[in-house]
């Protein structure tokens, strides 16, 4: 009776979920292009974004990349691509800047803190976006993170000073949000809807 009991309970102990590195990661699971984050080793599966956050996401990168790229400033990449941040931390910014001096972090992947990492919040993605991306790109020294709020229309840009973030700006529609490690760099919500109407 008790070893009934024993293996009741047992069977009803929920399913330890396997922590993994990344290094795992990339040797047992197959190539995939749906974003996949590792947190605290944890393998986090997201849905597919909708078009419209595709859009913006690609209108950011093309501005961002025509700035970097006409001054010779280091490289942009757009997501699926992995920011290795330590072996249990993996994320998947949707716009991320390296400058030519902190290239070194680009070897296989990106293995090491970008100097820019951008997040178009989309649905169901307000909380990651906001609160644990926010705190884990000013844990690892992220210099400057963008969010871009579709729903709301706004753009929020925050600095890294002595080790936390700061607000630089926040614009919404036609103002214009501008980036403090990259002098002259601004984009305004109403500028990324503009493009993807053209």
């Given amino acids: 009776m008790a070893t009934v009991e024993t293996n009741h309970l047992e069977s009803a102990q929920p399913a330890v979920k396997r922590r ?18 590792l947190w605290d080793g ?6 597919v974004p909708h078009p419209l956050h595709q859009t913006i996401v690609g209108t950011v990168y093309r501005m961002l990349y025509e700035f970097v790229a006409a001054r010779n400033l280091g490289e942009v990449y757009i997501s699926p691509i992995d920011i290795v941040l330590s072996p249990t931390r993996v994320v998947q910014p949707d716009v991320v800047y390296i400058s030519k001096s902190n290239f070194g972090i680009v070897t296989d992947r990106i293995r090491g803190v970008p100097d ?5 919040i989309s649905q169901g ?16 020294g992220v210099t400057e993170y963008w969010i871009v709020d579709i729903e709301a229309r706004t753009i929020e840009v925050f600095a890294r000073v002595r ?5 630089h700006g926040r614009a919404a529609g036609a103002k214009v949000a501008k980036s403090k490690l990259l002098t002259g760099f601004g984009v305004s919500f109403a500028q990324l809807e503009t493009r993807r109407a053209s």
Avoid at 20 to 37: C, G, I, K, R, V
Avoid at 42 to 47: A, C
């Fill in 20 to 37: 993994w590195t990344y290094d795992e990661l990339l040797a047992e699971m197959p190539e995939t292009n749906q974003p996949s984050e």
């Fill in 42 to 47: 944890e393998l986090i599966m997201s849905p």
């Fill in 163 to 167: 080790n936390a973030y700061q607000l």
């Fill in 125 to 140: 993605s307000w909380r990651r976006d906001r609160v644990d991306k926010k705190a884990l790109y000013e844990q690892f």
């Fill in 116 to 120: 820019l990492a951008v997040e178009v």
